[in-house]
């Protein structure tokens, strides 16, 4: 892509701001440029949004009725995924999964539950705590 058609379609997502790509100046070499988004990006990400709310949703609600812990509610709320959630604590998968199930996670120690609020960027009361509402 040319310096000059870098798109500039100010995406609601960036919220004002812009970020860095490379593109080939006049000359043939690569530079960096700033872009503000473009449609087809902007669009995919609202749909990836969409879908982290609706899975936080469907979280809450299983929470509520003692299917899932409050950690799944939060880790979708939070826009992660449990491979992330895994890499950002430094936990393996198959051991977030099984702290998604109500019983295994009442049971963690409070060092874990720790590990997980801080990861989440929440307090260790707000990780055991379901809201009133998602």
């Known amino acids: ?43 995919v990400l609202d749909q990836a949004i969409d879908e982290f709310k609706q899975k936080a949703f469907n979280a809450w609600d299983r929470a509520r009725q003692s299917r899932a812990s409050t950690l799944e509610y939060h880790m979708y709320h939070q826009r992660m995924d449990p491979e992330l959630l895994a890499q950002s604590t430094g936990f393996f998968k198959w051991r ?26 929440l307090t260790p009361t707000q990780l055991v705590t379901l809201p009133e509402q998602p």
């Open 1 to 43: 892509m040319r310096e000059n058609d870098v798109p500039q379609h100010n995406a609601k997502a960036f919220m004002g701001h812009s970020k860095v790509l490379y593109a080939l100046d006049g000359q043939g070499r690569y530079v960096a440029t700033s872009c503000s988004g473009w449609e087809a990006e902007e669009i």
């Open 96 to 121: 977030v999964h099984r702290h998604l199930k109500p019983d295994t996670f009442a049971k963690l120690p409070n060092r874990l539950k720790k590990r997980y609020a801080e990861t989440l960027g």
